[in-house]
């Protein structure tokens, strides 16, 4: 079956709406003071954590790269329905039997340094994406056959057919091939790109400024400057956003936005969006505990979902079913009327009696700060039905590095983002050959034979072209997975964020925020 071409002029608002962002290099290395926004040519955000580089594929943390979205862009964005759009492409379609993707690249796009973007520098990055941590996200594409058909037009293969093809290419940034070459690590700090900024200085752990960029092939900004302070206290945060030190945060403390919601005509405002993101229990089943089904379905039952929102959480956020988020196409809203476990203590004891565990057992949790709180609630519902907690937190690298590079733990307490159609995220997140050494999914299934059940029909699922029937086959993996309880699902999220409310302009790509579209008025 053949698609038709899809043109990139029928979503050309969109594209401009959505558009990431450019650079010109300089790094510093001594902090500043900000004035706030009394200028309103610039644009103050906090944010918790210095993303530790301008390559995006070396960033730490969860949809980190709003950053270093303000000065690149990657071939296709995530649109407000969740649907992957041309951006540096230009538009695409498909071949008859659906594995191959025959793409225009865009004319006329420059480089920070003056360079025309051609097709020797989309090819460069294909090839930088395959090698990058987030190379095995987009292993259906046949990277080592990818070739241009002439100076603007791209075959791209595929190694088998998937619904979400073009989702993966959401995950492609474009690089100046030369300047990539030349810089070498130096891209760490100094990072060009073709969007609406420019990277100007990235001080570590203090900041990142971006500044316009006046020769842009979309549309022009209305700012001519934004800054991204790391602010790791919430409360701090809260005051530089009351003082006018910031304009926006990102992270902010429940207190805080309840506070604000009191005053809806104040000087700061709630920014509320559902997020496709939400966090959940992992559980090592590597590990000969946790391998046993009745272990993990035991601490299921153990876990009572609501007080964690109430307590640990909060209030914010609801109750999740699935690992596929309640705000994403293809959720089972049946898991929401009947969840697969609910709050039961006694039956977790008798689960845990039938494992052999009636007198109880310690399993370790591994945490950074940012779930402290949580693990707490947690150890406590294990205690009640017999099970000691060994908290271990870390800073949130080591903790990752822990949880992913070795079998040292049993539990952990993670959040994870589904954009797009869920099978992208399903095939990184839970299929058993991404659970080894190093890999997305932490839940370690790789020798659990009811996980390579589940990642047959995972396979089969994604190669589904019709919407319908594909979502219907999501539904019941959905119901394999939680069946098996190789996670627990704690809460789905919002995207809740604090700002000025002179600000205008404010926009999402999937989990994203878009900031380089922002005004003030």
């Known amino acids: 079956?053949?698609?038709?071409?899809?043109?990139?002029?029928?979503?050309?608002?969109?594209?401009?709406?959505?558009?990431?962002?450019?650079?010109?290099?300089?790094?510093?290395?001594?902090?500043?003071?900000?004035?706030?926004?009394?200028?309103?040519?610039?644009?103050?955000?906090?944010?918790?954590?210095?993303?530790?580089?301008?390559?995006?594929?070396?960033?730490?943390?969860?949809?980190?790269?709003?950053?270093?979205?303000?000065?690149?862009?990657?071939?296709?964005?995530?649109?407000?329905?969740?649907?992957?759009?041309?951006?540096?492409?230009?538009?695409?379609?498909?071949?008859?039997?659906?594995?191959?993707?025959?793409?225009?690249?865009?004319?006329?796009?420059?480089?920070?340094?003056?360079?025309?973007?051609?097709?020797?520098?989309?090819?460069?990055?294909?090839?930088?994406?395959?090698?990058?941590?987030?190379?095995?996200?987009?292993?259906?594409?046949?990277?080592?056959?990818?070739?241009?058909?002439?100076?603007?037009?791209?075959q791209v293969p595929l190694k088998n057919q998937v619904a979400y093809a073009t989702a993966g290419l959401t995950r492609l940034y474009i690089f100046d091939k030369d300047y990539m070459e030349e810089m070498g690590n130096r891209v760490?700090?100094?990072?060009?790109?073709?969007?609406?900024?420019?990277?100007?200085?990235?001080?570590?752990?203090?900041?990142?400024?971006?500044?316009?960029?006046?020769?842009?092939?979309?549309?022009?900004?209305?700012?001519?400057?934004?800054?991204?302070?790391?602010?790791?206290?919430?409360?701090?945060?809260?005051?530089?956003?009351?003082?006018?030190?910031?304009?926006?945060?990102?992270?902010?403390?429940?207190?805080?936005?309840?506070k604000v919601r009191e005053n809806p005509n104040g000087p700061i405002l709630v920014y509320d969006s559902p997020?496709?993101?939400?966090?959940?229990?992992?559980?090592?089943?590597?590990?000969?505990?946790?391998?046993?089904?009745?272990?993990?379905?035991?601490?299921?039952?153990?876990?009572?979902?609501?007080?964690?929102?109430?307590?640990?959480?909060?209030?914010q956020g609801t109750v999740a079913t699935s690992m596929v988020p309640s705000g994403t196409w293809g959720h089972n809203k049946e898991l929401d009327k009947n969840p697969t476990y609910s709050y039961n203590p006694e039956k977790a004891k008798q689960l845990l009696a039938e494992a052999g565990y009636e007198s109880g057992l310690n399993l370790r949790i591994v945490i950074d700060s940012s779930t402290s709180s949580v693990a707490e609630q947690l150890s406590n519902m294990f205690a009640a039905v017999g099970v000691t907690s060994?908290?271990?937190?870390?800073?949130?690298t080591t903790s990752l590095d822990i949880l992913r590079n070795s079998l040292d733990w049993d539990i952990s307490i993670r959040q994870y983002g589904i954009e797009g159609d869920p099978g992208a995220g399903l095939m990184i997140q839970t299929h058993p050959n991404n659970s080894h050494e190093g890999q997305a999914n932490l839940s370690k299934t790789y020798d659990i034979p009811e996980a390579w059940d589940y990642a047959e029909k995972l396979e089969k699922a994604v190669a589904i072209l019709d919407d319908a029937a594909r979502e219907a086959a999501y539904g019941e993996l959905q119901e394999i997975y939680m069946d098996n309880a190789f996670l627990i699902p704690l809460r789905n999220l919002s995207d809740t964020y604090l700002h000025n409310s002179s600000i205008k302009g404010f926009v999402k790509s999937g989990n994203r925020p878009i900031f380089c579209w922002c005004y003030f008025e």
């Not at 979902?305 to 909060?314: H, P, R, S, T, V």
Request: aromatic fraction near 10%; proline fraction near 3%.
């Open 1 to 154: 079956m053949k698609c038709g071409l899809r043109l990139a002029a029928g979503i050309l608002a969109m594209l401009m709406l959505f558009s990431s962002c450019g650079k010109s290099p300089a790094n510093g290395n001594s902090s500043k003071t900000f004035e706030g926004s009394s200028n309103k040519d610039t644009l103050i955000i906090s944010r918790s954590m210095d993303p530790g580089s301008m390559q995006p594929y070396d960033a730490t943390g969860t949809a980190e790269g709003y950053v270093q979205d303000t000065f690149l862009e990657t071939f296709f964005f995530y649109d407000e329905a969740g649907v992957a759009q041309p951006k540096l492409a230009e538009s695409y379609e498909f071949s008859e039997d659906g594995m191959q993707l025959v793409i225009k690249i865009r004319k006329d796009v420059k480089f920070h340094n003056g360079n025309v973007m051609d097709m020797d520098d989309v090819l460069y990055s294909f090839q930088v994406l395959k090698d990058s941590s987030q190379g095995n996200a987009v292993n259906y594409l046949d990277f080592d056959n990818i070739k241009a058909l002439d100076e603007e037009t791209l």
């Open 188 to 258: 760490s700090t100094e990072i060009i790109g073709t969007g609406p900024y420019v990277l100007k200085e990235y001080i570590s752990g203090d900041s990142v400024t971006v500044e316009k960029f006046d020769d842009y092939w979309g549309e022009p900004v209305k700012l001519s400057r934004i800054i991204f302070r790391f602010i790791p206290e919430k409360s701090v945060a809260m005051i530089e956003l009351d003082t006018g030190g910031v304009d926006f945060a990102i992270a902010c403390l429940a207190s805080d936005i309840n």
């Open 275 to 315: 997020a496709l993101r939400y966090n959940a229990v992992n559980f090592n089943c590597a590990s000969e505990t946790l391998s046993d089904i009745r272990v993990r379905q035991a601490l299921s039952y153990a876990v009572d979902k609501e007080a964690i929102i109430k307590g640990a959480y909060e209030g």
């Open 390 to 396: 060994d908290i271990q937190q870390y800073d949130q």
